[in-house]
């Protein structure tokens, strides 16, 4: 048999493994496959070119471009991933394990090129919040802004999930402009290394924007500066001794942790048998112990029933664990392959016999399965365990010790503020779950339980049909958790890209804070447009260019005609008396909408020209009630532009209504589509 040689990817080259390298067995037979690391790998050669080749050309591109370099990546590798397949089965993984590993991890490669062109600017720099006026008159200005970090980012990845793990950290890093060096777990790093080779020879990358250690690190960690970060998934005592070094502190390295945890799921006190909610309970625990035979982060560990259920759900559960087929995970009938590592079943069996001083067995035994195509000797084949904790009250091993495997410990809870201390007795985890129909349940845990859990899962008949499930990551939502969970964060769309970004408040004038934000400030310079702004293509207009139109005056017939157009015929504006008993009004006034439609009225160019279509407003605000005989002007100013494709951009303009006294009436900012 061939033994395949898995290489890091450093400096540009491919480094085959050396000394120190260490062999690799397949999970359903134990037989050695592949071997991988090198001590002798050049780990300062491998930052200073990604500093200096990877990041340089990574921050030369805007978000945008990032988000368009996402897309094609997670494109091409999905062109490949059969490939990922084929070596995934000897992780032990099985077809649908595939599923959430390969396809999940292009899956939100995708969702963040979505959102960095959504969310994000075309732009180097990100404007987080609001401009805050520091002076009287505004011409001092405050401003937050996020810039990419000028270091690398060290990816230190897990093994059960050896392509999401990547590219879950990968997409948010490069969206932000910083170059990753990526370190899987060894055990299962071939499959991470066939991932790695397909973005490399796509030639989507730039230089440097990617590297890949398979083996150890050696002192890389010693040698990171303060522009670095750390981003680790794994046990929390690899977190502890990693996030303690003395570097790390010295140097305040940013280090983004999430750890193994003890996830539980309640079975609300209305989810009796009979109802879809405990069918619905049933098959989630079910699934979240025998996906990746239990080997998840956020896999269901604990278990908890109110008391006069909890043999029910035993039952119900024994049955379905029951029809679970354990087996080679490249046969199609197997349903739960095997544990990545002979060393990880035996501390999976370490761990059980710990849970054991506390509960009682009531499902599967590790002595005594059936597989199918396998031999349970060889390969690291568990069938799923179930514990009964009988007083989880007085217990403590089953709140702390985690067996990273198909095993998982039910308990009785009295009533809800006691499932609410069973949960938190974990001390911090990624996600919670709640199965019930009643809101006001689902309330109560938030408010108890909340500040214990990254994540809180509700589900039942409402929406089961399309939850994603207990244990799924969302790239849309934060992933990560507090206390034992690790107290870091992943994912949670745009604000996982602010892991490997600086946010500094600039402070200066409406024209500094322009400049360097290339969005346009109230109180900047104006510049005359040269035409009419709506006879001007996208690449034409400028930052800034405004017109400033004729005064229009409001009548008394126009107010009342609007009111008979619309229908909107609401006192203020109808009726004198009432009107001047409001506080906010001084008599009858013009409809803020009319207001608005007269305002367009005044600043559209109303031929065919480059503007496409106006996709709406925001951020409208009627400041100064506008009465009979009052007139009103425009100001209308290209504030930002966004191009969109190669036919046509978004412009953002900032339109000001004021009155005949040059009082602001009214604000907002108008979308448009203009053609490029």
Known sequence: MTIQKVNSFAAGEWIAPGAGARPIASAITGEVIAEAGNDALDVQGMLEYARNVGGPALRAMTFHDRARMLKALAAH????????????????????????????????????????????????????????????????LGQHICTSMQGVAVHINAFNFPVWGMLEKLAPTLLAGVPAIVKPATVSCYVTEACVRIMVESGILPAGALQLITGGTGDLLDRLGMQDVVSFTGSAKTALALRSAPNILENSIRFVAEQDSLNASILGPDAVPGTPEFDLFVKEVQREMTTKAGQKCTAIRRIMAPENQVEAVI????????????????????????????????????????????????????????????????????????????????????????????????????DLDHAIALINRGQGSLVASVITH????????????GAY???????????????????????????????????????????????????????????????IGQQWVPGATEVPAPAHPFTRTFTELQIGETINTAAREITLADIEHFAEFTGDNFYAHMDDEAAAANPFFPGRVAHGYLLLSFAAGLFVEPNPGPVLVNTGLENLRFLKPVVAGDSIKVRLTVMKKTKRNDDYGEVRWHVTLTNQDADL????????????
């Open 77 to 140: 590798i999905s062109q490949h991933k059969q490939a990922l397949y084929d070596l995934s089965f000897d992780t032990g993984a099985i077809q649908s394990d595939h599923l959430i590993d390969i396809d999940g991890g292009i899956g939100t490669m995708f969702v963040f090129a979505s959102k960095g062109r959504r969310e994000l600017p075309d732009a180097h720099i990100y404007l987080d919040g609001e401009i805050e006026q520091l002076s009287r008159n505004g011409t001092f």
């Open 315 to 414: 039952e119900a559960l024994s049955a379905r664990l029951s029809k679970t087929i354990i087996g080679d995970p490249r046969d199609p009938k197997t349903r739960m392959g095997a544990l990545v590592s002979a060393e990880q079943k035996a501390d999976v069996l370490a761990k059980i016999a710990i849970i054991s001083t506390e509960a009682t067995r009531v499902f599967g035994d590790p002595d005594n399965f059936d597989t199918l195509n396998a031999n349970p000797e060889k390969g690291a084949f568990l069938p799923p365990i179930l514990f009964h904790c009988e007083s989880p009250d007085t217990a403590q091993r089953v709140h702390d010790t985690e067996a990273f495997g198909p095993v998982s410990t039910i308990m009785g809870y009295r």
């Open 438 to 449: 009643d809101p006001e349940v689902a309330r109560k845990v938030v408010l108890g339980a």
């Open 453 to 515: 859990h990254g994540r809180l899962y509700f589900n039942n008949r409402d929406s089961m049909a399309e939850s994603t499930g207990h244990g799924a990551p969302l790239p849309h939502m934060v992933h990560g958790g507090p206390g034992r969970a690790g107290g870091g964060e992943e994912l949670g769309g745009i604000r996982g890209v602010m892991h490997y970004m600086q946010r500094t408040a600039i402070q200066g004038s409406p024209d500094i804070l322009t400049a």
């Open 665 to 676: 009436v009214a604000e907002y900012e108008l979308l448009t589509m203009n053609e490029y």
